[in-house]
Every structure is written in C-alpha cells, then in structure tokens.
C-alpha cells in the first residue's frame, strides 16, 4: 500500500475501534443505569439515523469533494461522542442518546466516501489487495477493541466512551494527512433549483443502478440474506459459549479473539486469490461459513465448537475480503458511493430486523436450533447466488475494466 493508502487505513482503524468501544461501553453503562428496554432505546437513536441518512451519503460521496466532506464528518463523530460522554457521566440518558443519535448521522457519511477516497488512490489492479487490507479491519478490531472496551469500561465505561472520542479525534488528524482526490462527479454552474432537481436524479441514478448493474444487484441481494441470517450473530455466540457450552466471560473473550484472528487470516488469503476464482471462492465459502456455523452450535463441546467457529469465521474473512471488489468492479465511478450505500443500508436493516427477530423466535426455538437453521439457509444462500448469478456474471467480471461496465448495459448478463 502506498503511504495515502495506509495513512486512511491508519484513520479506519481508529474508528472501527471507537466503534467496539461504544458498542460495549454504552451497552454497560445503560444496562447498569436504567436496563435493558432504555438500552433497546439508546441503540434504536444511535442506528435509525444513520440508515435513514447512508443513500443521501452515497450521493454526496460521488458528488462531494471526499476529502473536506470526511474530515469534517468525522471531526463532528468526535464532536458527538465527547457529547456521550458527558452525558453518561451527568447520568442524562437523553443527551446520550441526542449525541449518538449525532454521531451515527455523521458516520452515515462515512462507508461511501471512504470507498470512493480508497479507489482515487490505487491503481485498478491494487483494489483486490487494498479492499481485504480494509476488509481486515473487522478481525482485527474485533480483537482490539472488543478488549480495550471490555479492560477501560471495567473501571469506567464514561471513561471507555471518553477513548472512544479520542480514538475518533486521532482518525481525524492521520485523515488530514492524506492527500485529496476530485469528486466522482460533480455538477458545475447550477442554480438551486437546478441543484435540488439534480440531487433528486442522482438518488434516483443510484437506485436505478442495481437495475443496470445485476452482479451488484445480486451481491445486495445476498447481502440482504446474509442480514436476516447473521443480524443476531453476536448475541447468539454469546448465548451459546455461555449457556450451551457452559463457558464463562473469559471463555467469550477466547471465541472473540479466535473469531478475529480467523477473519484477519481468511483476508489475507483472499487477496491473493487470481480474479477468475472470486465468483466461485465467494460463493463456496458463503456455503462454508452456513455448514459451519451450522456445526457450531452441532457440535457437543468446547473444542469442537471452536473449531467450526474458525472454520466459518475463515470462510467470512475471505467474503468480506472480495465483498467490495465484486460489488463495485462492474459499477461506474460515478455511481460507486451510492451503489456502496444501498448495500450498507440493506444489509444494516435487514440486521436489525433479524435482531428483533431474535428475540421473538427464541420463545418458540431454542437458541441451537434456530442457530443450525440459520447456518443451513446460508449455505442454500451461497449455492443460489452461484447458480442464479454468480456463474453467470463470471464472463462479465473477468473483463470488466476499471471503469465497469459497458457490457453489463448491454443487459445480456442480466439475472
């Protein structure tokens, strides 16, 4: 990676850290001070914004200068995070949830206008590597921050929401390190009323594109499956280490940590894998990680369960690695930051509905049954988006240049 390019990893690690951060340590802090319907309430203030806001985000990343939009965004997430802390050490549950709510508006900012910034800064033929250096994040902080959280918000989660803010405030300066690229695309010399109509079509444009554009189409579609299937993913590996495997809290934080190192490893793997392999690997290894998550909660003990957990969690390193690589290599680069969005803000509902989900069907299921189902219609997710799409778009994928997609428009490759 070249220095631009490790200076905004550098900057993406810290916000994915403050995120596990404030993950935790508001979940602790409101759990302690008012329950767990408050809690239900906090999150819903620090999630509904974001998935209202993210495809107007999209646009303004293929529209906006990407540098001066996310210094100031993510300088206001650090704004609004010292809020939280604040208000959680005032015991105002109110300012706590207004400030997230104001942080999770400015991170909406963030996923499209960072992808945008990245593919400004390598070259077409570095994606691959560049977005599972990226992709990686997720395993490492996983580890990191879970741990830093779980350590600072032990004394103090105000003081774990306090780091959090700092980490964000440290994302901002090796942010404005890194040199500017130009806009996607951007319209010059409008009035406000031209500009208002403009806005209106590109919102349009970029829904309009999963239409165009079928193997992005379908990486949405399979992302949607994948947010019905793993929304509860973390409360569901708890819950079984805990109450089906009889461990305790420093067993959890041995699966965390087994989770990331499995994800960090199944990045690298990915990037080093030839372009005529993505389309099969992805779908073969979203088959893999359903068999074993299936085999997870199958499994009668301890190590048996932990070693389907780093096989699945293997096979959603190398996912997560070409996740982005096949979604936007057919897109052009003026449709990127939007086509980005509708896939983060699909995925990211369907999540939170799977979520409240959850709790309904463990009244009816126990929790290894529904984790088995789950794990079972994944992996019939993965052989469907093969035969139905994958297999087909393969022709596409291979020849597709850097600016995307003058063969998919041609629509013989629709699904």
Same mark, same amino acid.
Not at 27 to 36: E, R
Not at 388 to 402: H, P
């Given at each position: 990676?070249?220095?631009?390019?490790?200076?905004?990893?550098?900057?993406?690690?810290?916000?994915?850290?403050?995120?596990?951060?404030?993950?935790?340590?508001?979940?602790?802090?409101?759990?302690?001070?008012?329950?767990?319907?408050?809690?239900?309430a906090v999150q819903l203030a620090g999630v509904l914004p974001a998935l209202l806001l993210t495809p107007v985000a999209g646009l303004a990343a293929d529209r906006a200068r990407l540098r001066p939009l996310l210094l100031w965004?993510?300088?206001?997430?650090?704004?609004?995070?010292?809020?939280?802390?604040?208000?959680?050490?005032?015991?105002?549950?109110?300012?706590?949830?207004?400030?997230?709510?104001?942080?999770?508006?400015?991170?909406?900012?963030?996923?499209?206008?960072?992808?945008?910034?990245?593919?400004?800064?390598?070259?077409?033929?570095?994606r691959q590597q560049a977005n599972a250096a990226f992709g990686s994040l997720g395993g490492i902080m996983t580890i990191v921050g879970a741990i830093g959280a779980g350590l600072v918000s032990a004394w103090s989660p105000v003081a774990a929401i306090g780091g959090a803010a700092a980490l964000i405030a440290c994302g901002a300066v090796v942010l404005s390190q890194v040199r500017a690229t130009g806009p996607a695309a951007a319209p010059d010399g409008e009035r406000v009323g031209a500009r208002l109509r403009s806005f209106a079509t590109g919102l349009r444009e970029g829904f309009g594109a999963t239409r165009r554009y079928p193997l992005a189409r379908s990486v949405i579609w399979i992302g949607i499956a994948w947010g019905f299937i793993g929304g509860g993913y973390t409360v569901m590996l708890s819950g079984h280490v805990v109450d089906g495997l009889g461990g305790d809290a420093?067993?959890?934080?041995?699966?965390?940590?087994?989770?990331?190192?499995?994800?960090?490893?199944?990045?690298?793997?990915?990037?080093?894998?030839?372009?005529?392999?993505?389309?099969?690997?992805?779908?073969?290894?979203?088959? %893999?990680?359903? =068999? &074993?998550? *299936?085999?997870? $909660? /199958?499994?009668?003990? !301890? @190590? #048996?369960?932990?070693?389907?957990? +780093?096989?699945?969690?293997?096979?959603?390193?190398?996912?997560?690695?070409?996740d982005t690589t096949i979604l936007l290599d057919t897109v052009p680069a003026e449709l990127r930051g939007r086509v980005t969005s509708i896939h983060v803000t699909t995925y990211n509902a369907t999540a939170r509905l799977s979520l409240a989900a959850l709790g309904t069907a463990l009244g009816w299921f126990s929790l290894s049954a529904l984790g088995?189902? %789950?794990?079972? =219609? &994944?992996? *019939?997710?993965? $052989? /469907?988006?093969?035969? !139905? @799409? #994958?297999?087909?778009?393969?022709? +596409?994928?291979?020849?597709?240049?850097?600016?995307?997609?003058?063969?998919?428009?041609?629509?013989?490759?629709?699904?």
């Open positions: 990676m070249n220095r631009d390019v490790r200076r905004l990893w550098s900057a993406a690690a810290c916000l994915s850290a403050a995120f596990w951060m404030l993950q935790i340590s508001v979940a602790l802090h409101v759990l302690d001070a008012a329950g767990t319907a408050a809690l239900a965004t993510v300088a206001a997430q650090a704004v609004a995070v010292a809020g939280m802390a604040v208000g959680a050490s005032a015991g105002n549950l109110v300012v706590l949830a207004g400030c997230y709510a104001a942080q999770s508006i400015a991170m909406a900012f963030w996923p499209a206008a960072r992808q945008q910034w990245l593919y400004g800064l390598v070259a077409p033929e570095e420093a067993t959890v934080a041995l699966v965390f940590a087994c989770d990331g190192v499995a994800v960090l490893a199944g990045t690298v793997i990915a990037s080093r894998l030839p372009r005529s392999t993505h389309l099969p690997v992805w779908a073969a290894c979203y088959a %893999a990680q359903g =068999l &074993a998550w *299936a085999g997870f $909660f /199958a499994a009668p003990g !301890l @190590a #048996g369960a932990l070693t389907c957990l +780093v096989a699945m969690r293997l096979a959603s390193g190398c996912v997560i690695a070409l088995i189902a %789950a794990g079972l =219609l &994944a992996t *019939a997710t993965g $052989f /469907a988006w093969w035969f !139905l @799409a #994958g297999r087909r778009s393969q022709t +596409v994928y291979i020849t597709a240049d850097a600016g995307g997609v003058s063969l998919q428009r041609s629509g013989s490759h629709r699904t």
